[in-house]
């Protein structure tokens, strides 16, 4: 089935050790998003690309970066992780800008130690 | 900036029985698109149903249907014969129609379906 996949479901990191969290569609869409979802709240976005086109939230801490090598691809690189920064991290698509749906993946749970 | 208000943290439904979902959201903008988005427990979110303002007739799929009221700014989600499968978080999610893709969730309601 077409779909959105993250790796890994779950992700264990140091305090301040880089680490990144992979996203990849087969839905051929055009956008890819990454949001922030911390415990019993809304997701909240980071940044999302239109083609290669990079968007990023006006209140996206600097510490969080993204990559989108290839349509099908998207990485969201957290460089230096802290403590707060431990959350469910969704990637989602659509296959264009607005009003388009967004598809979402079964997010990457991150924990910061 | 628009926001979305969903002020029923928690709700409770018995199983075959119906309920509604709350939801109120505040914009400035006459064209938009409304969301409401399931997430069941370590599960994926998943849409539920999407209605476009300028549509005055109200979404329906299947046992799930909105109540849209536009001036009200008001977009509940009516969930009938309700299931045990459909114990989830849910979120109303507002999208303006113009190129903005700033999608605005509101903070959520925790259904529980009790058999």
């Known amino acids: 089935d077409a779909m959105v996949i993250q790796n890994p479901r779950y992700q264990v990191t140091q305090f301040g050790k880089p680490v990144t969290l992979s996203c990849s569609q087969t839905?051929?869409?055009?956008?890819m998003y990454w949001y922030q979802q911390k415990s019993s709240q809304a997701p909240k976005l980071l940044f999302h690309y239109y083609d290669k086109d990079f968007n990023n939230e006006a209140d996206t801490p600097d510490n969080f970066q993204s990559r989108r090598p290839n349509t099908s691809f998207c990485f969201l690189d957290i460089r230096s992780p802290g403590l707060g920064d431990a959350a469910m991290y969704l990637c989602?698509?659509?296959?264009?800008?607005?009003?388009?749906?967004?598809?979402f993946g079964p997010g990457t749970r991150l924990l910061v130690l | 900036a628009q926001t979305v208000t969903q002020s029923q943290p928690e709700m409770s439904v018995q199983e075959a029985e119906t309920v509604t979902l709350s939801c109120t959201y505040d914009t400035s903008e006459s064209d938009y698109y409304l969301f409401w988005y399931k997430q069941p427990p370590s599960r994926q979110m998943i849409l539920v149903i999407r209605q476009e303002a300028y549509k005055q007739q109200n979404a329906t799929e299947n046992r799930f249907s909105v109540n849209f009221q536009k001036a009200a700014k008001s977009f509940s989600l009516k969930i009938s014969d309700s299931q045990l499968g459909d114990a989830a978080m849910y979120f109303c999610?507002?999208?303006?129609?113009?190129?903005?893709?700033?999608?605005?969730f509101g903070a959520g309601t925790r259904l529980t379906v009790k058999p």
């Open positions: 839905l051929n869409h055009n956008v």
């Open positions: 999610a507002y999208r303006s129609a113009d190129n903005n893709n700033d999608m605005r």
């Open positions: 989602a698509t659509s296959r264009d800008r607005a009003p388009e749906t967004q598809y």
